[in-house]
């Protein structure tokens, strides 16, 4: 787009066309979510065990996923992806079966791994890096 001018100047994020995501790119969503839901199942699993280095272990299993499926992808859709197969399977886990089964017990070390997952997830969700318009290497508005 040029101005009166004659000089290109760059258009604004808001007024390009709305791109649907590559095939490709929503397989890697999809793969990330179902890790995240082992990670999660595994974190379920571990937590209880070695409380608190398997609570620990747990939440920095879910941690490093989601930093290295927002690397991975370079959006915020990647550590969203693999947070939210965790966070499915873990509230699935939660709920108690007619059996009586249950695999969270009613401790502090439970409570810290569900409200800390969901915490560590948020924030790494957030702090994921995105891509920047055309390629530039610098921030917009500076």
Do not use: H
């Not at 890697?28 to 070695?50: D, M, N, S, Y």
């Amino acid at each position: 787009m040029s101005d009166r001018s004659g000089q290109d100047r760059p258009v604004s994020v808001l007024a390009q066309p709305l791109r649907l995501p590559s095939a490709g790119r929503l397989a890697a969503c999809l793969g990330l979510f179902a890790l995240g839901a082992v990670v999660g199942v595994a974190g379920t699993l571990v937590q209880p065990a070695w409380f608190p280095g398997g609570l620990l272990l747990a939440l920095a299993g879910e941690a490093g996923l989601c930093l290295a499926a927002g690397i991975v992808l370079r959006s915020r859709a990647g550590a969203a992806s693999a947070a939210g197969g965790w966070v499915l399977v873990v509230l699935l886990l939660t709920a108690n079966r007619p059996e009586g089964d249950f695999l969270f017990a009613a401790g502090a070390g439970s409570y810290l791994f569900l409200l800390g997952g969901i915490v560590v997830a948020v924030i790494c969700a957030t702090l994921a890096p995105v891509r920047q318009p055309n390629g530039r290497t610098v921030r917009l508005g500076k």
